[in-house]
């Protein structure tokens, strides 16, 4: 129970644009904190965004400008909006979960590459 799915996942061309969706099933995660990390092949995972449960958001620099961490609480759904994708962006997208001991946990990834 509250296990995080990521959706969205895919292949794009440089310069285009997806979302990923996070969503928990039967888990209410409106209370927590939110983020996304990538781990690109053969590098460490990276955190890129993380909005709280206020709705504060912060995004690394390498992303900042091109991607939007938001969630809907309605939908207890959070969203990583990616614009101007680069071959760079390429790497498995995870979703993450935290703000206390209910909260955390970890989505099993979304493949997200990106080609020139």
Request: glycine share 12%.
């Amino acid at each position: 129970q509250g296990q995080l799915v990521e959706l969205g996942g895919g292949a794009v061309q440089a310069g285009g644009s997806l979302r990923l969706p996070c969503t928990a099933p039967g888990f209410t995660s409106n209370s927590c904190v939110m983020s996304w990390y990538r781990q690109a092949a053969g590098k460490q995972r990276e955190w890129v965004s993380s909005i709280t449960p206020s709705g504060t958001a912060t995004h690394a620099d390498s992303v900042k400008g091109r991607f939007t961490i938001s969630r809907d609480l309605a939908k207890d759904t959070v969203y990583l909006d990616m614009t101007s994708l680069k071959p760079e962006d390429t790497a498995e997208y995870y979703c993450k979960r935290d703000g206390g001991s209910r909260c955390y946990a970890w989505g099993q990834g979304t493949l997200v590459t990106v080609s020139s």
